[in-house]
C-alpha cells in the first residue's frame, strides 16, 4: 500500500494546530502499512524515562511495556548521535545483530516481529532529552519494502520537523500570553514575570512606577529588570536563577543594607507545565517564566494583617487568623475573638500552613513575627529563609 502524501501532509500540519500532536497522523500511516511497527517517542534518552509516547501496529499495551521495562533500549541514545537533516538510520550506529543480543532485544522487541534495526525522524532534541518518530524494521521486513519505507520518511522527514516546530511556537506564544494579563494587576506591589534571565515579559502598575521613578530598580536596553545596587543585583539574579532550578518559592528574601528598612522580594515559579502538552513539557519548562514581587514597605503603610497575605499568598481570613495568633492563646479562643466557628479556625490555619510550607501553629507564628518585625524600623534586617525551608545571605 502507498500512502496519500497529500492528504497526510495536510493533516501533519493541522494537528499541530489542533490537536497538539502528531498521534493522529501516525494513525494514519500505521493503518496505510499494518505490518510496520510505528512509534513516536519524547522522552530522556539516557534514563527509560518516557515523557509521552504513542506506538502502533505492536499490539496491546505496548507503551506500557516499553516504560516499565527494566532493560535499556539501545535506539533512543542514537538521536543524540544523529543529524537532523536526514533520516537516522540506526544500523550505522549498531548493527542489528548487535541489537539481537541485547536484554531489551529479548525482553520488548523480539515479540514484536524480532525488530533489530529503525529509521527515525528527529524532531527536537536540548539536552539529553529528544522526540523522535520512528520506523521499527522487522527482521523479515524485505530489503525492498526497506527501501520504500526508507523514501517515504527521507519525504516527510522536513515536514515532521515543521509541525513540531509550529507546535511548540504556538504553545510558546499561549505561555506568553498567560504569563502576563490583568491576574498581575491584582498583587498589591510591584510585580513582574520574569524569563529565568530576568528579561521582563510583563509587569503591573506598582512595578511601571517603581521603574520609572528608578531609585531602587529599573529596566534597562535589553529589557532586563536591574537593581541600582549592585549586590542587590546580584540577590536578584540569585534567587531566580535558584527559584528556576528548584521550581520552588524563594522568599521572602530582605533587599536591604544594614541598619536599613528596605524592600523584600519574593520569587515564584508560574506553574504552566500542567497546561503543556506532555511531549513539549521538557523543552519549554526551561523557559517558563517566574513571578517576581518585590514589597517595599515604605511605599504605602500596610495592615499587619494585609502584608501576611501578600506575603504569604493566603486569603484574608487566614491572614488575620494567624496575626490573631501572634497575640498568643488557643486556636479555640483565637476563633472566638474573630467570631468564627473552630472547625473553620482549623481549616484556614491548615491551608495557610500548607501554603506557606511550615507544620504548625508555632511555625507559622514565628515566621510571621520575623516577617513584620523586619518592617518595624532600623532593625538589623537579615535575609530569612524560603517556606521550604532554605536560608539566604545576609545583605
Known amino acids: 500500500m502507498t500512502a496519500n502524501l497529500e492528504t497526510l501532509l495536510y493533516k501533519l500540519y493541522s494537528s499541530s494546530l489542533l490537536d497538539g500532536g502528531l498521534s493522529s497522523v501516525l494513525a494514519d500511516l500505521a493503518q496505510t502499512y499494518p505490518d510496520l511497527p510505528l512509534s513516536y517517542q519524547a522522552q530522556c534518552v539516557y534514563r527509560n524515562s518516557l515523557y509521552e509516547g504513542a506506538m502502533f501496529n505492536y499490539g496491546p499495551n505496548a507503551i506500557e511495556e516499553i516504560a516499565a521495562a527494566e532493560s535499556p533500549n539501545p535506539f533512543p541514545p542514537i538521536a543524540l548521535k544523529c543529524s537532523l537533516s536526514r533520516v537516522a538510520v540506526t544500523s550505522e550506529f549498531l548493527r542489528p545483530e548487535d541489537i539481537e543480543r541485547t536484554d531489551f532485544f529479548d525482553e520488548h522487541l523480539k515479540k514484536h516481529g524480532e525488530i533489530n534495526r529503525a529509521f527515525g525522524v528527529i524532531l527536537h ?4 532529552d529528544s522526540a523522535f518518530v520512528a520506523a521499527n524494521l522487522p527482521k523479515r521486513m524485505k530489503q525492498r519494502e526497506e527501501d520504500h519505507v526508507l523514501r517515504l520518511f527521507e519525504t516527510l522527514r522536513p515536514h515532521l520537523q515543521g509541525a513540531f516546530r509550529l507546535l511548540m511556537e504556538v504553545k510558546q506564544r499561549e505561555i506568553q500570553v498567560q504569563a502576563g494579563g490583568f491576574w498581575l494587576e491584582q498583587i498589591p506591589a510591584a510585580a ?8 521582563v515579559l510583563h509587569m503591573n502598575s506598582h512595578a511601571d512606577s517603581a521603574t520609572t521613578a528608578g531609585r531602587r530598580f529599573h529596566i534597562d536596553r535589553s529589557i532586563q529588570l536591574c537593581a541600582a545596587d549592585r549586590s542587590v543585583q546580584k540577590v536578584l539574579e540569585a534567587s ?11 522568599g521572602p528574601v530582605s533587599l536591604a543594607r544594614r541598619r536599613e528598612a528596605g524592600p523584600l522580594l519574593f520569587v515564584l515559579p508560574i506553574k504552566l507545565q500542567d497546561q503543556l502538552h506532555p511531549s513539549l513539557a521538557p523543552f519549554l519548562s526551561h ?3 517566574l513571578l517576581v514581587t518585590i514589597f517595599d514597605p515604605a511605599d504605602t503603610p500596610r495592615p499587619s494583617s494585609e502584608v501576611l497575605r501578600m506575603a504569604f499568598g493566603i486569603t484574608e481570613g487566614e491572614s488575620r487568623l494567624v496575626q490573631e495568633l501572634m497575640y498568643g492563646g488557643s486556636l479555640r479562643e483565637t476563633a472566638s475573638r474573630l467570631g ?3 472547625h473553620t479556625a482549623r481549616n484556614q490555619l491548615a491551608s495557610a500552613t500548607s501554603k506557606t510550607g511550615t507544620r504548625s501553629q ?3 507564628v514565628r515566621l510571621a513575627s520575623q516577617l513584620l518585625s523586619r518592617m518595624s524600623g532600623p532593625a538589623v534586617l537579615e535575609t530569612f529563609g524560603s517556606p521550604s525551608g532554605s536560608s539566604g545571605n545576609t545583605i
Open 125 to 128: 532534541r536540548q539536552g539529553e
Open 192 to 199: 513582574f514575570a520574569v524569563t529565568p534571565e530576568c528579561k
Open 340 to 342: 468564627i466557628s473552630y
Open 240 to 250: 531566580v536563577h535558584k527559584a528556576h532550578l528548584t521550581q520552588l518559592p524563594v
Open 362 to 364: 508555632t511555625e507559622i
Open 287 to 289: 523557559s517558563m517564566p
